[in-house]
């Protein structure tokens, strides 16, 4: 099954992300914005794993010391791998990264110890919510500054990725809680 672990966000912040790419649909044509339910910061994409990879993955997650809740803010609006040939746009976050990291390097390691090949590229804590076809430049005029209050990051999910005609719906397969939200 094809799947990947991330960290949950609130609905009102994927509701208020829809919004801004609504905005911002009327001046960057060509993007298939990614619907709010498939909104989230990804921790690391697995691809095809098996259902016996799948609980190896929640064994090693689920007894980890307990991970701080994160209250996070959004920073702004940014592509991947850059602005000049913008082929996915993120909204990048500010207050609760450096937690995120931690969390990010020490299931890592928890997967290193699995056999898992660490992953190459850097880690950039993000939420995707737009995607372009044809790389384009994505300008700062069509930016909006973004103004969403602070946020509680209160699950990490491992979910099931099911490709369709209308994109990927996601089926969670298992959940962490997370603690010392305030």
């Not at 390691?109 to 056999?115: E, I, K, V, Y």
Request: charged share 30%; net charge positive; glycine share 8%.
């Amino acid at each position: 099954m094809r799947s990947f672990l991330a960290f949950e966000i609130p609905p009102e912040v994927k509701e208020y992300l829809s919004s801004v790419s609504k905005a911002m649909a009327r001046s960057i044509p060509g993007v298939r914005w990614v619907r709010p339910e498939g909104q989230h910061i990804t921790i690391r994409f697995f691809g095809e794993i098996s259902e016996t990879r799948a609980r190896e993955i929640k064994d090693i997650i689920g007894p980890a010391g307990p991970y701080p809740g994160v209250e996070a803010t959004l920073k702004g609006i940014d592509a991947f791998p850059h602005r000049r040939k913008a082929r996915v746009i993120v909204a990048t976050l500010d207050e609760g990264v450096d937690i995120i990291r931690l969390i990010y390097h020490d299931i890592e390691n928890r997967l290193t110890a699995l056999g898992y090949e660490r992953e190459k590229r850097g880690f950039t804590p993000h939420i995707t919510f737009g995607r372009i076809k044809v790389p384009a430049p994505l300008l700062e005029r069509d930016i909006p500054p973004l103004e969403c209050p602070p946020f509680a990051i209160e699950r990490i999910i491992l979910y099931k990725s099911i490709l369709g005609r209308e994109g990927a719906t996601y089926e969670p397969l298992f959940e962490k809680r997370l603690g010392g939200v305030t």
